[in-house]
């Protein structure tokens, strides 16, 4: 797949399944703190707890950070047609490329030593570190190795040499970036990382009109767009933290050697799960001669078909940290209770892509036209891949990457195999197929183990009941009645 997800940011049945009544729960399983008034019990106390909240607004966040960055991507798509929306594609998402080769699994490793209280101001310490070392060995390996590159695994690039160059060197401000973002998280520090999120999804839209759109700079354009919007959100992201630390001193320091550890058993997952996802957009280029115009069509089919991430990345994102920070039957209580809603959630979103991406399509990117079968085959996949993303936070969480690392390198094996031979057969629509089948696999796997792990049965993970659509229901009246009323306040103000 070509765009979207980083973040690199990895759930059951009936009611009578749950915990006691005697003590209110939250959405995780997770007893709540005794009150002195009456405890909210049921769903109620589901839609209150604090893990719910920290999802909510997370999934909140992203759909307005889904709203910003699809527009960027639709206004970048009708500016620019597919021959010149490929090369983009190509050039932008280098950098993220070279992260997941290159930083080892170090920012799951700060995600989860910060969701388990160690010092910040160890993890930044090694955070900065980390990013300098590796940011030279990259670079200058990259820039040596462009001309096979663009030969191979970035043809949609081909003759873009000075654009390659300069986004590389935005490597360390995505770096520092992932790891502060990863740290925030890990402190639950939510609030703050989506502002910052919304802000930058804003300056990149309206760049985006000023530097394509008005000036008319091309890919030039979406370029320097993507290198001023790196350098914001690295600034935004390490003062979110700076400031976090000042506030919090608590917590042993983290050794490099713990931090290093870790991302080394994760690693593996990090770096198969990556190209497990982006393999045939690789593959595409490498593959198909003229690549430029079969990318941009793939890519435009890959960037509507992931906006079905959205909920599981809310979710696993708060998930994975909880997670670390809970006993074995608290967390096995979680995975339950958050898979199923996850589920449900996903596909809802998925079914109602459908005729948005057909419309859309049709109406607004006629020029995009034959990516819509790439889509509908590679949809599917994406909601298989979304449940592998739930349960993979939960193994991770329960100290156990390695196991995700075993998955993640058999799927991206199939994957490969699969795209070598359905893309020069079928094209697009055959990396798309071979997604499709990988995904499946992977999410088969990930849930036999989560399984294992939590002691629940794999279709209670992941068939959603009555309670879940309650739940749902419940939430979605919640969400209604705030806006409700806050669009009733003002008008009541200014009555008075």
Same mark, same amino acid.
């Given at each position: 797949?070509?765009?979207?997800?980083?973040?690199?940011?990895?759930?059951?049945?009936?009611?009578?399944?749950?915990?006691?009544?005697?003590?209110?729960?939250?959405?995780?399983?997770?007893?709540?703190?005794?009150?002195?008034?009456?405890?909210?019990?049921?769903?109620? /106390?589901?839609?209150?707890?604090?893990?719910?909240?920290?999802?909510?607004?997370?999934?909140?966040?992203?759909?307005?950070? @889904?709203?910003? /960055?699809?527009?960027?991507?639709?206004?970048?798509?009708?500016?620019?047609?597919?021959?010149?929306?490929?090369?983009?594609?190509?050039?932008?998402?280098?950098?993220?490329?070279?992260?997941?080769?290159?930083?080892?699994?170090?920012?799951?490793?700060?995600?989860?030593?910060?969701?388990?209280?160690?010092?910040?101001?160890?993890?930044?310490?090694?955070?900065?570190? @980390?990013?300098?070392?590796?940011?030279?060995?990259?670079?200058?390996?990259?820039? @040596?190795?462009?001309?096979?590159?663009?030969?191979?695994?970035?043809?949609? /690039?081909?003759?873009?040499?000075?654009?390659?160059?300069?986004?590389?060197?935005?490597?360390?401000? *995505?770096?520092?970036?992932?790891?502060?973002?990863?740290?925030?998280? *890990?402190?639950?520090?939510?609030?703050?990382?989506?502002?910052?999120?919304?802000?930058?999804?804003?300056?990149?839209? /309206?760049?985006?009109?000023?530097?394509?759109?008005?000036?008319?700079?091309?890919?030039?354009?979406? !370029?320097?767009?993507?290198?001023?919007?790196?350098?914001?959100?690295?600034?935004?992201?390490?003062?979110? !933290?700076?400031?976090?630390?000042?506030?919090?001193?608590?917590?042993?320091?983290?050794?490099?050697?713990?931090?290093?550890?870790?991302?080394? =058993?994760?690693?593996?997952?990090?770096?198969?799960?990556?190209?497990?996802?982006?393999?045939?957009?690789?593959?595409?280029?490498?593959?198909?001669?003229?690549?430029? *115009?079969?990318?941009?069509?793939?890519?435009?089919?890959?960037?509507?078909?992931?906006?079905?991430?959205?909920?599981?990345?809310?979710?696993?994102?708060?998930?994975?940290?909880?997670?670390?920070?809970?006993?074995?039957?608290?967390?096995?209580?979680?995975?339950? =209770?958050?898979?199923?809603?996850?589920?449900?959630?996903?596909?809802? !979103?998925?079914?109602?892509?459908?005729?948005?991406?057909?419309?859309?399509?049709?109406?607004?990117?006629?020029?995009?036209?034959?990516?819509?079968?790439?889509?509908?085959?590679?949809?599917?996949?994406?909601?298989?891949?979304?449940?592998?993303?739930?349960?993979?936070?939960?193994?991770?969480?329960?100290?156990?990457?390695?196991?995700?690392?075993?998955?993640?390198?058999?799927?991206?094996?199939?994957?490969? *195999?699969?795209?070598?031979?359905?893309?020069? =057969?079928?094209?697009?629509?055959?990396?798309?197929?071979?997604?499709?089948?990988?995904?499946?696999?992977?999410?088969?796997?990930?849930?036999?183990?989560?399984?294992?792990?939590?002691?629940?049965?794999?279709?209670?993970?992941?068939?959603?009941?009555?309670?879940?659509?309650?739940?749902?229901?419940?939430?979605?009246?919640?969400?209604?009645?705030?806006?409700?009323?806050?669009?009733?306040?003002?008008?009541?103000?200014? !009555?008075?």
């Amino acid at each position: 797949m070509s765009e979207g997800a980083e973040i690199e940011l990895e759930n059951g049945v009936a009611a009578p399944a749950d915990p006691t009544p005697l003590a209110p729960v939250d959405l995780t399983g997770a007893p709540l703190a005794p009150a002195p008034v009456a405890a909210p019990s049921g769903e109620a /106390a589901i839609l209150r707890s604090p893990f719910a909240r920290k999802v909510a607004g997370v999934f909140g966040t992203r759909v307005a950070l @889904f709203g910003l /960055a699809f527009s960027t991507s639709i206004l970048i798509s009708w500016l620019l047609d597919p021959k010149l929306y490929g090369p983009l594609v190509a050039i932008t998402t280098l950098p993220g490329m070279l992260s997941a080769i290159g930083m080892f699994g170090l920012p799951s490793a700060t995600n989860y030593f910060a969701g388990k209280g160690n010092s910040l101001a160890s993890l930044m310490r090694a955070a900065f570190v @980390f990013t300098a070392l590796l940011s030279i060995v990259l670079i200058g390996i990259v820039w @040596f190795a462009l001309p096979w590159l663009e030969s191979s695994f970035l043809g949609a /690039a081909k003759g873009h040499d000075d654009m390659l160059r300069v986004i590389i060197f935005t490597l360390p401000l *995505g770096m520092l970036a992932a790891f502060g973002g990863t740290i925030l998280y *890990g402190r639950q520090s939510v609030r703050s990382y989506n502002l910052i999120q919304l802000a930058q999804a804003s300056m990149s839209f /309206a760049l985006t009109i000023l530097l394509v759109g008005v000036l008319g700079l091309g890919i030039w354009g979406g !370029v320097w767009s993507s290198v001023i919007i790196s350098a914001l959100l690295a600034a935004a992201v390490l003062f979110a !933290v700076w400031r976090l630390a000042q506030r919090d001193r608590s917590g042993s320091p983290a050794s490099i050697r713990s931090l290093l550890s870790y991302g080394a =058993r994760v690693y593996p997952a990090s770096l198969t799960s990556f190209f497990n996802y982006r393999a045939d957009s690789y593959l595409i280029q490498a593959l198909i001669i003229g690549s430029a *115009g079969p990318y941009g069509l793939y890519a435009r089919a890959v960037t509507m078909a992931e906006i079905v991430f959205y909920v599981p990345d809310s979710i696993g994102t708060i998930f994975l940290p909880r997670v670390a920070g809970s006993t074995a039957e608290d967390a096995n209580q979680m995975v339950r =209770r958050v898979s199923r809603l996850s589920v449900l959630l996903t596909v809802l !979103v998925a079914l109602a892509l459908i005729p948005t991406a057909f419309v859309g399509i049709h109406v607004v990117l006629t020029k995009y036209v034959d990516c819509l079968p790439a889509f509908f085959v590679l949809l599917p996949g994406v909601v298989s891949l979304s449940v592998a993303k739930v349960m993979s936070s939960f193994v991770s969480g329960r100290g156990r990457p390695g196991l995700i690392s075993v998955v993640t390198s058999v799927a991206l094996v199939l994957n490969v *195999g699969l795209n070598l031979i359905f893309i020069p =057969r079928f094209g697009i629509v055959g990396a798309s197929l071979a997604s499709l089948i990988s995904y499946t696999a992977h999410a088969a796997m990930t849930l036999f183990i989560a399984s294992r792990l939590s002691g629940h049965s794999m279709l209670t993970l992941i068939v959603p009941g009555r309670a879940e659509v309650a739940l749902l229901v419940a939430g979605l009246r919640r969400l209604a009645g705030r806006i409700r009323s806050r669009n009733v306040a003002p008008s009541a103000g200014a !009555v008075r």
